[in-house]
């Protein structure tokens, strides 16, 4: 079974522009969750999808968005982008919402210059 | 205070030691409890869960669990410097959301 699977990998741009990830979940995941993680502020909660639903929201402003599709993938964007939003992006699937492990995709590293 | 608390590390343990690693969390109403592993530069990888009180074994690795206590933990048998990462507690609420927490983590060194 394919694990979860970001795209890109690496991403490189500068203050002001706007990116998009995608996240495709573990076949037969609903719940699509993002992270960010910075080596100061460890594992940060941005928001979770569940068959198209926004079920959660972390304290990240509104610059930060996400959308869930029919086929559970998973897209995350921000806008305007700022030097501070330079992380590792993660997205985590498990199988629905209610208390059961989330698995990791490999993320997606944004730089922002 | 935080919702979920680690001690930051790093453990520094010999090679075929017990390595003990730590959790509390705040919030009663959690129900679910994770431990992940992220080695440098990677993502986290579950190794464990547990949902009720007491001890849960896979391998090498146990997870202990009071509830009472809120307090959750994840014991290392015959470490190896392969073991050397950092481990992140996880916890599931339902209070103010449902969504898991994770706390800081806790770094691993494993001397051999």
């Known amino acids: 079974k394919a694990g979860v699977t970001q795209t890109p990998r690496y991403l490189i741009k500068t203050r002001g522009q706007q990116v998009t990830l995608s996240c495709s979940p573990i076949s037969g995941h609903r719940s699509v969750s993002w992270y960010q993680q910075t080596p100061g502020q460890g594992l940060q909660f941005l928001f979770e999808y569940f068959s198209e639903t926004q079920r959660n929201k972390g304290n990240f402003p509104g610059r930060f968005s996400g959308r869930q599709f029919s086929n559970s993938r998973s897209e995350m964007n921000v806008s305007t982008l700022e030097l501070g939003d330079s992380a590792l992006y993660l997205c985590?699937?498990?199988?629905?919402?209610?208390?059961?492990?989330?698995?990791f995709g490999d993320g997606t590293r944004l730089s922002i210059l | 205070q935080k919702e979920v608390e680690q001690n930051s590390g790093p453990l520094s343990v010999p090679e075929g030691a017990i390595a003990s690693l730590n959790c509390t969390y705040s919030?009663?109403?959690?129900?679910?409890f994770f431990w992940y592993r992220q080695y440098s530069g990677k993502s986290p990888e579950l190794i464990m869960s547990?949902?009720?009180?007491g001890d849960k074994e896979d391998g090498r690795f146990t997870a202990q669990l009071n509830k009472a206590s809120q307090y959750v933990s994840l014991l290392i048998r015959d470490s190896q410097p392969s073991d050397s990462a950092t481990y992140l507690c996880a916890v599931y609420r339902l209070t103010g959301g449902f969504k898991t927490i994770f706390g800081a983590g806790t770094r691993l060194f494993v001397k051999a």
């Open positions: 985590a699937s498990s199988p629905d919402s209610v208390g059961q492990p989330q698995h």
């Open positions: 919030d009663r109403g959690s129900q679910s």
């Open positions: 547990i949902y009720s009180n």
